[in-house]
């Protein structure tokens, strides 16, 4: 099976706390790969360094786009690992708050735009069209996500699971091979999570993408993930199967508990 994401030892310290220690962590195409971890674990920083917010101190973050050869991201800016094909969302939503549902997506999808300002300018046919296909593929986008009803409302007004859908949608926009959640089921009650479980399902299977996702709810993790990567204190103690990570002694104690 063909590996995605590669990385190799990779460190991060601010000051004097290690809050990433060698880490190694490979995705393969198609799967969904969940991170898990207590409180300041380090997951989110991993997210940083593999979207460029971080740059790691130590160790290499490999990708290899679709047919591409692999790339090394350490260094490049946030823009340009999303133009390579890696979209996330965030821990705390990070909306445009004060435009439509509709804007939102459309700015994530203007990145694969061709067209130049200054065709943007004179509005010639190739940015006429460009225009036409990025609102109707925001729109079909929002109507897997539910929200195309709400198309027009501001996104600072939508309920906050349809904040957490919309900020995934905005990231399917940019077309990623990768897709990175960062506790997407966050404030969700479980009829909501449980529609977030197959609407990340179908988005694999019918986009064919691969997904990290940083998750404290076990019972969505447990459903959906095909691999569970564990992490404790900056260091990764465990990866396998739901089965094998449910079972594993050194994960109930550092944070699934007896239960
Ligand atoms: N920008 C930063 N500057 C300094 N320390 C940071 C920074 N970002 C994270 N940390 C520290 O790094 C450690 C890991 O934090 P991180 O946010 O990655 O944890 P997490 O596993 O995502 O936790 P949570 O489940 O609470 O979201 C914590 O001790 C945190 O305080
Ligand atoms: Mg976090």
Known sequence: ???????????KNFGG????????????QGEIVAVIGPNG??????????????????????????EKTE?????????????????????????????TVLQNVMVGRHCR???TFLEAIIRNARFKREEKQTLEYSLHLLETFGLVEHRHQLAENLPYADQRRLEISRALATDPFLLLLDEPAAGMNPHETFELDQLILKIRDEKKISILLIEHDMKLVMRISDRIFVMNQGKNIADGSPQ??????????AYLGVE
């Open 41 to 66: 674990a380090g997951k989110t920083t991993l997210f940083n360094c593999i979207t460029g917010m971080h740059e790691p101190t130590d160790g290499k973050i490999k990708v290899t786009p679709p």
């Open 71 to 99: 790339v090394c991201v350490n260094g490049l800016k946030p823009n340009k690992i999303t133009e390579l094909g890696l979209a996330r969302t965030f821990q705390n939503i990070r909306l445009f708050n004060k435009m």
């Open 17 to 28: 706390l290690r809050a990433l220690d060698n880490i190694d962590l490979n995705i393969n």
């Open 113 to 115: 735009n061709k067209n």
């Open 1 to 11: 099976m063909k590996t995605v994401l590669r990385s190799d030892k990779i460190g």
């Open 244 to 253: 094998e990570i449910r079972n594993n002694e050194t994960v109930i104690q």
